[in-house]
């Protein structure tokens, strides 16, 4: 089964306009592709890929504190105001600089990508990385968690978590774009379907003392996904950016 | 007041960010105002898109958003580094990044970035870091990492007194949904002759590794046309606007 690309032609158009605007300007515009993959016993039963459309406050206050070097200061979650929301609700600006990855070395900037830190969950965990879920309430900038998350397990409406794969960033040289593949794959034991209907980037965070679990993106899914009983999902965002030269 | 973007470039923007609201893709635009006065009087005011992120900019995005280590030891096309103002490459190599955010020496913590001295906030004097200014008008270069020709601090023939830059200040305009930090800093010109400014540089530290271990880093420079001149006894004042 080929990979089917789903995202509408006018959005299409129209992120293939603000990529090319953003190189003419000299402006970073980040691009987030979305691709599932459902497979039974060897064989490919859905395999489809779009755009991500929804990156959430946490993404955009966190590249927002990097590029100015703001602090994070406030107490409630909204527009006008950095703060970090974490996944259990807990809202975080204490006027201390934070991070929406984390990986410290001997207190230092260390390992981004080393396993436990920003994307990266160990097997079972869904303390960060892609998780899934069965809400399909609308997508909201605001949100912080998924609506409904599917936990991990092996019993009726669980799924097993692999350990999230090791990134694989690549340049294209010829379209001046760096990308990075954040990958992980779902099994489901549960001994029944399961449906998919929201996917979820979580990470693992710094600031101050605290690594909070924050969710930097969440798709909703239409159509949903079945995942048949001991069949596997891999979930794989991809993140890029076109640089001018 | 002096708007130097043409109105086709404007609308050009314009479009940029309506598309980025609608399709929910962050942008990080940069506003530049300067300000020029003697004597408490204004000789010129100007405002302009600032057009110029460099790759040290890019690379930071990218590797925050793709939780990326920058593990290269080149700094160019194809490769995750950043290069900082004296010219050094830093990159992670195993052990330490490098992170705008500012951790504690003592404590697995992070800590304020807004005083004088850290993050894009300049001491006073401190004609390296934070909003800085040049002589040299040299074509802008994605891959630039200082000035071409930084304007040192002090009084004597060719320097600008360097005032402490001010606390970022945060804005937000409900209407457009747009979050802003406007950094100022003024500089005074106490020469005993002409200075001109030819160029505006954006530069933030960076921790790049243990016992509070910064480095500065360019993330922006523009170059001005029509370049602005700051006459003895004057003062620019120059607002960059995220």
Not at chain 2, 164 to 183: F, H, I, N, V
Request: overall charge neutral; glycine content about 10%.
């Amino acid at each position: 089964m080929t990979c089917k690309y789903t995202e509408p032609k006018q959005s299409e158009k129209e992120y293939r306009e603000i990529a090319k605007l953003g190189r003419e300007l000299g402006i970073p515009v980040p691009e987030c592709f979305l691709e599932m993959e459902v497979t039974l016993k060897g064989k490919t039963i859905h395999h489809h890929k779009q755009r991500s459309h929804s990156w959430t406050r946490n993404a955009y206050n966190g590249l927002f504190t990097q590029l100015t070097a703001k602090n994070y200061n406030g107490a409630t979650f909204e527009g006008g105001v950095l703060t970090m929301k974490y996944t259990n609700g807990t809202i975080y600006g204490n006027n201390y600089a934070g991070h929406i990855l984390s990986g410290v070395s001997n207190f230092a900037p260390g390992d981004s990508e080393g396993l436990g830190s920003s994307y990266r969950a160990d097997t079972g965990s869904l303390t960060s990385g892609i998780v899934a879920g069965s809400g399909n309430a609308a997508e909201d900038f605001n949100g912080f968690t998924l609506q409904t998350p599917i936990t991990e397990g092996a019993s009726a409406g669980k799924l097993n978590y692999s350990v999230h794969l090791a990134n694989v960033k690549s340049w294209d040289a010829g379209t001046k774009t760096w990308s990075v593949a954040i990958a992980r794959y779902m099994n489901n034991n549960s001994g029944g379907l399961i449906t998919i209907r929201e996917v979820a980037q979580y990470t693992r965070g710094m600031i101050y003392s605290q690594f909070p679990t924050l969710m930097v993106g969440r798709d909703v899914l239409a159509p949903e996904i079945a995942l048949p009983n001991a069949g596997q999902l891999k979930v794989t965002y991809t993140i890029s950016l076109t640089y001018p030269v | 007041m002096q708007i130097l973007d043409t109105p086709e470039t404007e609308a050009k923007y314009q479009r940029l960010e309506t598309l980025g609201k609608k399709l929910g893709i962050p942008l990080l635009c940069g506003r530049l105002d300067l300000q020029v006065t003697q004597n408490g009087k204004i000789l010129s005011h100007r405002k302009q898109r600032s057009h110029s992120w460099t790759r040290n900019a890019y690379n930071l995005i990218f590797c925050q958003l793709g939780s990326t280590n920058p593990a290269d030891a080149s700094f160019g096309s194809g490769y995750l580094s950043y290069k900082r103002t004296d010219g050094g490459i830093t990159r992670y190599t195993g052990s330490y990044g490098a992170w705008v955010t500012y951790i504690d020496y003592y404590n697995v913590e992070t800590r304020e970035n807004e005083s004088a001295g850290r993050g894009s906030r300049a001491a006073a004097n401190d004609a390296g870091h934070g909003i800085v200014v040049g002589t040299n008008g040299a074509v802008e270069s994605f891959e630039h990492c200082n000035l071409q020709t930084p304007i040192a601090n002090g009084l004597g023939a060719g320097q600008l007194s360097m005032i402490a830059q001010e606390a970022p200040a945060l804005s937000y305009d409900a209407g457009t949904k747009t979050l802003m930090d406007t950094l100022v800093r003024f500089m005074n010109n106490n020469s005993g002759g002409d200075i001109t400014v030819r160029e505006v540089g954006y530069i933030v530290k960076m921790q790049t590794g243990t016992a509070y271990s910064m480095s500065n880093f360019l993330f922006s420079r523009d170059v001005l046309n029509p370049e602005v001149v700051i006459p003895n006894a004057g003062q620019i004042r120059i607002q960059y606007q995220i």
